[in-house]
Each structure stands twice: as C-alpha cells, then as structure tokens.
Antibody, heavy 121, light 108 residues
Framework: QVQLVESGGGLVKSGESLRLSCSASGFTFSDYYLSWIRQSPGKGLEWISYISGSGSTISHADSVKGRFTISRDNAKNSLYLQMNSLRAEDTANYYC??????????????WGQGTMVTVSS | SSELTQDPAVSVALGQTVRITCHGDSLRTYYASWYQQKPGQAPVLVIYGKNNRPSGIPDRFSGSSSGNSASLTITGAQAEDEADYYCNSRDSSGNPLVFGGGTKLTVL
C-alpha cells in the first residue's frame, strides 16, 4: 500500500526541540523528493521544507530556516524534520508529502495524515 | 504573506459550474497544482501541470492558466466537492514553493 505515516508530534514548551518522522511504504523511496508542509489550526497550508531523493538538494522556507532541518534515511524509508528553538507560531499539523517536480510544475501527489505539534509559551 | 492569492470563499449551486482562481507572478512561468481538503483530512491533489488529473479524480475537475492566473474548474459541482481548495506553485521572491491562501467552496 502506497502511504506516508508521520509520527513524533506532541506538546512542547517554547524554545524546546522535537523530531518528526515520516515512514514511507509502497514505492521506491529514494526515487522521490519529499517535503514537509504544515497547517496551523484553522489556517492554510504552508510549505516548509523539501529534500531530493539522494538528500543532496535541500531547501527550507524562510520562516524555519536556521531552526528546522530536513533529512532522510533511504535505507529505512524514512524522512525526518528536526525542529529546534520552537515558537508558539510553529503550532500546527505537520504533513509529509511526496513531491513530483519538473521544469514547469511541482505537485505533492501523496500525503500523510499529519502529526500535531503544539508549542506552549 | 503568500505570493499566490485566492478568493477566500466561493459558492456554487448543485450541478452548476464553478471556477476557482489563483493569481501570482510565478504563474506566468510555472503551472499551478490544486489540492482539495475536506475537514479533518489531509489535502488531496486534484490537478497538476497543464491540466492533468491523478488517478481517481473525477473528470469534472479541470485546470487552465492564462497570464498570471491559474484556474480550477468544477463542471457539474457535487455535494461532495464542498471543501477548501489550495493552489500551489513556485515563488518568485525567495521560497521555492508556496501555497495560495485557500478558497472555501460551498455547494448550495
């Protein structure tokens, strides 16, 4: 079954760290870019990070640059998001998603169910 | 703030056609992708590229683009199409990927 399953969310205090994981199955993991996208309660979607299949290309949104780090372990079919110096505004449901990318379009064609991160101040 | 702008809300009568639009400078160069999100669920890709539908997406969903705008059209809207819809594309100002603010579709 082709799927992504996130884990690692929870309640933390401002300034603390958290590591999210995303486990993939049903497809050749190393062939795909992967991404983290978040959604604050009642708000829209915000792309925050992506990583290439080999891990050689990484990008983070300005809102998390310097605090969050995306990584992957292709041997374990797993994607990670290390989140440091968490702030109240980082409170959101965090989705991992598979990213198809071409010269003229990009598309998140597979999504996990999300894991909730709550940062208390 | 998002570099892609969408109308916050749109309504359509059952069985009628509705167009949801997305505006942004990057759309002059890159196609938008479109996502449907129902309450409590993860988003689902409905349109990508010039006008491509993933397997399982009904053919009443279609996409188009012109200038700095992209549109998602639902021809013959059904009750189950009531959802939030987001566009996504590249960003010309720094972040490589960006979502529009979303459009809440109500089917009357």
């Amino acid at each position: 079954q082709v799927q992504l399953v996130e884990s690692g969310g929870g309640l933390v205090k401002s300034g603390e760290s958290l590591r999210l994981s995303c486990s993939a199955s049903g497809f050749t993991f190393s062939d795909y870019y992967l991404s983290w996208i978040r959604q604050s309660p009642g708000k829209g979607l915000e792309w925050i990070s992506y990583i290439s299949g080999s891990g050689s290309t990484i990008s983070h949104a300005d809102s998390v640059k310097g605090r969050f780090t995306i990584s992957r372990d292709n041997a374990k079919n797993s994607l990670y998001l290390q989140m440091n110096s968490l702030r109240a505004e980082d409170t959101a449901n965090y989705y991992c998603a598979r990213l198809q990318t071409t010269p003229t379009w990009d598309a998140f064609d597979l999504w996990g169910q999300g894991t909730m991160v709550t940062v208390s101040s | 703030s998002s570099e892609l702008t969408q109308d916050p809300a749109v309504s359509v009568a059952l069985g009628q056609t509705v167009r949801i639009t997305c505006h942004g400078d990057s759309l002059r160069t890159y196609y938008a992708s479109w996502y449907q999100q129902k309450p409590g669920q993860a988003p689902v890709l409905v349109i990508y590229g010039k006008n491509n539908r993933p397997s399982g997406i009904p053919d009443r969903f279609s996409g188009s683009s012109s200038g700095n705008s992209a549109s998602l059209t639902i021809t013959g809207a059904q009750a189950e199409d009531e959802a939030d819809y987001y566009c996504n594309s590249r960003d010309s100002s720094g972040n490589p990927l960006v979502f529009g603010g979303g459009t809440k579709l109500t089917v009357l």
